[in-house]
T-cell receptor, first 112, second 114 residues
Framework: SQQGEEDPQALSIQEGENATMNCSYKTSINNLQWYRQNSGRGLVHLILIRSNEREKHSGRLRVTLDTSKKSSSLLITASRAADTASYFCATDPSGGSYIPTFGRGTSLIVHP | ETGVTQTPRHLVMGMTNKKSLKCEQHLGHNAMYWYKQSAKKPLELMFVYNFKEQTENNSVPSRFSPECPNSSHLFLHLHTLQPEDSALYLC?????????????FGPGTRLTVL
């Protein structure tokens, strides 16, 4: 069954603005990962945050995890047109299969 | 370049054709995956292989037949497909399927079934 659900489904911003995407999930997890997909291409791993971590940074990316609310957010600061892509969260449910489960993704468009 | 290659990149086939998708990873990983990505739907896991053994079959119709001859190669054999099977088929690999590792994806094969 689907575990992660991204919100919003689509986001359109201007270059230089920040972009925030959210992911909600249903059951306890071991970790949560964010991936990016350019149109018609494979997914590229961005960042992994473990269930005992609350925040993680990688360059212009900031990921938070709130296990009490079963949610995570991905913040892209100072966005660029090249950030235009779909962003997916993948959760690894604890207590069962270790196969990450992906959501439908957030489609981000950054206008130059 | 993620270290995972897929061929062909595009494939158009009729419903009576037989074709195969190929995936190769150069990362020394032991787990390989097939996913199906259709428009407006979540990424669907199809098959998982760990150390050449199939560990997951996510209720995939028998017209899709996977083959994993070694840890570096993964095939998806297709026969008697339906138009609704048209999608982007993605291959991925990771160190092992039970370690919840980062997955490395190939560029995908865009399949169109006429």
């Amino acid at each position: 069954s689907q575990q992660g659900e991204e919100d919003p489904q689509a986001l359109s911003i201007q270059e230089g603005e920040n972009a925030t995407m959210n992911c909600s999930y249903k059951t306890s997890i071991n970790n949560l990962q964010w991936y990016r997909q350019n149109s018609g291409r494979g997914l590229v791993h961005l960042i992994l945050i473990r269930s005992n971590e609350r925040e993680k940074h990688s360059g212009r990316l900031r990921v938070t995890l709130d296990t009490s609310k079963k949610s995570s957010s991905l913040l892209i600061t100072a966005s660029r047109a090249a950030d235009t892509a779909s962003y997916f969260c993948a959760t690894d449910p604890s207590g069962g299969s270790y196969i990450p489960t992906f959501g439908r993704g957030t489609s981000l468009i950054v206008h130059p | 370049e993620t270290g995972v290659t897929q061929t062909p990149r595009h494939l158009v086939m009729g419903m009576t054709n037989k074709k195969s998708l190929k995936c190769e990873q150069h990362l020394g990983h032991n787990a390989m995956y097939w996913y199906k990505q259709s428009a407006k739907k979540p990424l669907e896991l199809m098959f998982v292989y760990n150390f050449k053994e199939q560990t997951e079959n996510n209720s995939v119709p028998s017209r899709f037949s996977p083959e994993c001859p070694n840890s570096s190669h993964l095939f998806l054999h297709l026969h008697t497909l339906q138009p609704e099977d048209s999608a982007l088929y993605l291959c991925a690999s990771s160190q092992e399927s039970y370690l919840a590792d980062t997955q490395y994806f190939g560029p995908g094969t865009r399949l169109t079934v006429l």
